[in-house]
């Protein structure tokens, strides 16, 4: 296993996506979910690269919640379903980052707290998380 400090420092660096899922969790369970408990579940799972590139957002969120859950691509002006939940994709000068929706298009959560690409950038896609089962 990778050592506390460099897990830290990859999800810091390039772990946006990887926590607004965690976060999408986090709020259907009402619960909190340990980050390097979760980091290692993806990784072994098969669902994320160590880098915290995303590989199968619907595997993560099935670690955590019942039933079988697929993420998929959407466009920037997609409207989620009800029982859809929204991350947004945002850009600014090459750099990209991920935010939780709040189902309207509007940022709920920012992992990086208030991100400049989300400030000054525009919202180019986004990563619809549904239960399939």
């Known amino acids: 296993m990778t050592a506390p400090q460099r897990i830290a420092e990859a999800i810091g660096k390039e772990g946006c996506y990887f926590l607004s899922l965690l976060r999408l969790a986090e709020t259907e369970l009402g619960d909190h979910i340990d ?5 290692g579940r993806a990784i072994g799972a098969g669902a994320m690269r160590e880098d915290c ?3 199968d957002g619907g595997a993560i ?3 955590y919640l ?3 859950w ?6 920037a002006d997609y ?4 029982g859809e939940l929204e991350i947004l994709r945002y850009d600014l ?7 939780v929706g709040d189902g309207s298009g509007r940022v709920a959560f920012d992992p990086y707290g208030d991100s400049r690409t989300v400030r000054e ?3 180019v896609s986004k990563r619809i998380a549904r239960r399939v089962a």
């Open 35 to 39: 980050l390097l408990d979760a980091y």
């Open 53 to 55: 590139y995303i590989l």
């Open 61 to 63: 969120l099935e670690t």
């Open 66 to 68: 019942p039933g079988a």
């Open 70 to 75: 697929a993420v998929t691509h959407e466009s």
């Open 79 to 82: 409207k989620p379903k009800p």
């Open 93 to 99: 000068a090459g750099a990209s980052h991920f935010v």
């Open 121 to 123: 950038g525009r919202l």
